[in-house]
């Protein structure tokens, strides 16, 4: 649970989150768990903020089983691939969920 100051804080960002997800189609289980894995953890940089937003969107539709690939997320966030893969892991044991070991 996070407070209302982190989603006021962080307003313009949730709404980008949403925008994506929206675009992607996830269900409502999918894009609160991203919102929680975003705000668990919102890089002080802005130019991470994007790539942590991406991440946490594809984790949260991982957890919520509502998986999306990292391709189709990345476009819809507008960032790489790359960054994606290289940061969800860590976001999913960081908030203590086991990543999928495909």
């Known amino acids: 649970m996070h407070s209302?100051?982190?989603r006021i804080e962080y307003e313009p960002w949730l709404e980008e989150l949403e925008a994506a997800a929206e675009r992607l189609e996830l269900s409502t289980e999918a894009r609160s768990c991203a919102v929680d894995l975003f705000l668990a953890d919102v890089p002080a940089s802005?130019?991470?903020?994007?790539?942590?937003?991406?991440?946490?969107?594809?984790a949260g539709s991982l957890?919520?089983?509502?998986g999306r690939t990292?391709?189709?997320v990345a476009e819809a966030a507008?960032?790489?691939?790359l960054s994606i893969q290289s940061r969800w892991k860590e976001l999913l044991e960081d908030?203590?969920?086991?990543?999928p070991r495909w």
Request: aromatic share 4%.
């Open 95 to 99: 908030a203590g969920l086991e990543p």
């Open 4 to 6: 209302a100051r982190d």
């Open 63 to 66: 957890v919520a089983g509502d």
């Open 78 to 81: 507008d960032v790489s691939r």
């Open 46 to 58: 802005d130019r991470s903020k994007r790539a942590v937003l991406a991440a946490s969107l594809y």
């Open 70 to 72: 990292q391709g189709a």
